[in-house]
């Protein structure tokens, strides 16, 4: 899920769980503006495919960095990033509170159309 800084779910999409995340990056049409920055968790660390998406779309890709990498952010850049990041989570958390213990549905169709639903419901409830 691609959420704006409102909290807003922009684009969201439906992978197995045995999908990596960086993978699923891939999948998205990534409708947003040039010069907009992704910001993206541990896992999504790939200079191949930030430098790729700087290069064709003009999106900055910045992930959270572990201590280990090369390109460190500084403690300012740091800082909106946790800030940022803290956002995202509360609206995961706020879309799987909505969330019954288990989602009964016949068809992967049935179940997406539900977890739909729930996201609209989300959204409905930010007005």
Same mark, same amino acid.
């Given at each position: 899920?691609?959420?704006? #800084?409102?909290?807003? &779910?922009?684009?969201?999409?439906?992978? &197995?769980?045995?999908?990596?995340?960086?993978?699923?990056?891939?999948?998205?049409? /990534? $409708?947003?503006?040039?010069?907009?920055?992704?910001?993206?968790?541990?896992? $999504? #660390?790939? $200079?191949?495919?930030?430098?790729?998406?700087?290069? /064709?779309?003009?999106?900055?890709?910045?992930?959270?960095?572990?201590?280990?990498?090369?390109?460190?952010?500084? &403690?300012?850049?740091?800082?909106?990033?946790?800030?940022?990041?803290?956002?995202?989570?509360?609206?995961?958390?706020?879309?799987?509170?909505?969330? &019954?213990?288990?989602?009964?549905?016949?068809?992967?169709?049935?179940?997406?159309?539900?977890?739909?639903?729930?996201? @609209?419901? $989300?959204?409905?409830? @930010?007005?």
């Amino acid at each position: 899920m691609i959420v704006d #800084t409102d909290g807003v &779910p922009i684009e969201f999409l439906f992978t &197995p769980g045995s999908t990596a995340d960086i993978s699923a990056l891939s999948l998205f049409d /990534l $409708y947003i503006s040039v010069g907009s920055k992704l910001l993206r968790g541990r896992a $999504y #660390t790939s $200079y191949s495919i930030a430098n790729i998406l700087l290069q /064709l779309k003009g999106i900055h890709l910045v992930p959270k960095r572990k201590f280990c990498h090369k390109r460190q952010h500084s &403690p300012e850049k740091n800082g909106l990033i946790k800030k940022f990041r803290n956002r995202i989570e509360t609206v995961f958390s706020s879309i799987v509170s909505r969330m &019954p213990r288990q989602i009964k549905a016949r068809s992967e169709k049935g179940f997406c159309l539900k977890v739909i639903f729930l996201i @609209l419901a $989300y959204m409905f409830g @930010l007005l």
